[in-house]
């Protein structure tokens, strides 16, 4: 999204990264895009927290990074990323609600979706008439940026 802030315009939200090491994934940091604030979202030495196939999620680095910069990003930045809004960071309920208050919010929300998954709050975004859904595919995925770029762009100028 570097073509967005070469126009002006400030990210703010989440990333959540592979944490690798030797060749393979340990887990995943969470990760605040305005103020670079990082945390583990999930890891496979993770001692408490729900379980989610070899890993356990964080539950306090999601709401204390997680969730924070959502809430930062609705009064500070122009956009807001949420990557992504999968069963790990769902685990939490207040991100579930923080994703939701983005979603209100008047800002364009970026959100990467966990397509198969059968949440509620997966079914709620879906179902939602303001919201452009993108399917990256095999064909689209190194030009659909473009898109969502110029989407963003669009949306964002008066």
């Given at each position: 999204m570097a073509s967005l802030e070469e126009a002006g315009f400030r990210a703010g939200?989440?990333?959540c990264p592979e944490i690798r090491?030797?060749?393979r994934r340990l887990g995943f940091e969470v990760i605040d895009i305005l103020t670079g604030n990082r945390g583990i979202l999930s890891h496979?030495?993770?001692r408490s927290g729900p379980r989610m196939g070899k890993y356990r999620v964080n539950l306090d680095d999601l709401?204390?990074?997680?969730?924070?910069?959502?809430?930062?990003?609705?009064?500070?930045?122009?956009?807001?990323v949420i990557d992504e809004v999968g069963p790990m960071e769902l685990q939490g309920r207040d991100?579930?609600?923080?994703?939701?208050q983005a979603l209100k919010s008047d800002k364009p929300v970026l959100g990467i979706l966990h397509w198969k998954m059968k949440h509620p709050i997966i079914k709620h975004i879906k179902a939602m008439k303001d919201v452009n859904i993108y399917e990256v595919t095999?064909?689209?995925?190194d030009?659909?940026?473009?898109?969502l770029i110029n989407e963003i762009q669009r949306t964002l100028k008066p």
């Open positions: 939200g989440i990333y090491s030797g060749g496979v030495l993770q709401s204390r990074i997680g969730v924070s910069a959502l809430n930062i990003a609705e009064t500070e930045a122009d956009y807001i991100f579930q609600l923080a994703v939701l095999r064909e689209n995925r030009s659909i940026h473009n898109v």
